[in-house]
């Protein structure tokens, strides 16, 4: 079935540096990539849709110069969170969708710590 | 944009009792309606999902009915196992594509 391969799977950063996190389809082509963030406990919580080849767009409340999405490729999406704080700390899923199939692929998240 | 609810937010059972939980949501253009289960520290892993055209699905112990009208879609769960206790999200699908995640229910199957 289809893969979304995600890394890494956790990282801790230093506050203030960037962090990146990479998603790839591995047998199918995303047309469309979600990314989420998910704080513990709590719902996974949509911080933007890419399409590939056009720019990210954000939902409400999501600052698109803090998360940078990049979506170069119909197999690859990254996730840059910049100057990163402690209150980023969160895991972070992707989530690819076919544009042929009904449903959706998820990423196996990334556990991001910020120090 | 969509608005999910979803309810209750932790459900206990004994074990072989059923569960079901409710989720309401707000676009009328919605057509797609999954649930996912989620382990912790894991990603959402769908255990089922309905599309517009459908009143009820079933695949064993799991099930989803799907009311159009009201725009609510649950989930049942059958002879639950300890081995069933997660966390459940709806996730139905808004005219964007999109899929909004409900506010969870963490379920707990007492052996």
């Known amino acids: 079935g289809a893969v979304v391969s995600q890394h890494p799977s956790r990282v801790i950063c230093k506050s203030g540096t960037s962090v990146k996190i990479e998603c790839r389809s591995l047998d199918f082509q995303a047309t469309t990539m979600f990314w989420y963030r998910q704080f513990p406990k709590k719902s996974l919580m949509l911080m933007a849709t890419?399409?590939?080849?056009?720019?990210?767009?954000?939902e409400q409340g999501v600052e698109k110069d803090k998360f940078l999405i990049n979506h170069a490729s119909l197999t690859l999406s990254t996730l840059t969170v910049t100057s990163a704080h402690p209150e980023d700390s969160s895991f972070y899923i992707c989530?690819?969708?076919?544009?042929?199939?009904?449903?959706?692929?998820f990423g196996s998240g990334t556990r991001l710590t910020v120090v | 944009g969509e608005n999910v609810e979803q309810h209750p937010s932790t459900l206990s059972v004994q074990e072989g009792d059923s569960a079901v939980i409710k989720c309401t949501y707000s676009d009328s253009a919605s057509n797609y309606f999954p649930w996912y289960k989620q382990e912790l520290g894991k990603r959402p892993q769908l255990i089922i999902d309905i599309r517009s055209n459908v009143g009820e699905k079933k695949d064993q112990r799991i099930a989803v009915t799907l009311n159009k009208t009201a725009k609510h879609f649950s989930l049942h769960i059958t002879e639950t196992q300890p081995e069933d206790s997660a966390v459940y999200f709806c996730?139905?699908?808004?005219?964007?594509?999109?899929?909004?995640f409900g506010s969870g229910t963490r379920l707990l199957v007492r052996p």
């Open positions: 989530s690819a969708r076919d544009q042929g199939a009904y449903g959706y692929t």
């Open positions: 890419s399409n590939e080849g056009s720019k990210a767009t954000y």
């Open positions: 996730a139905p699908r808004d005219s964007s594509y999109k899929l909004i």
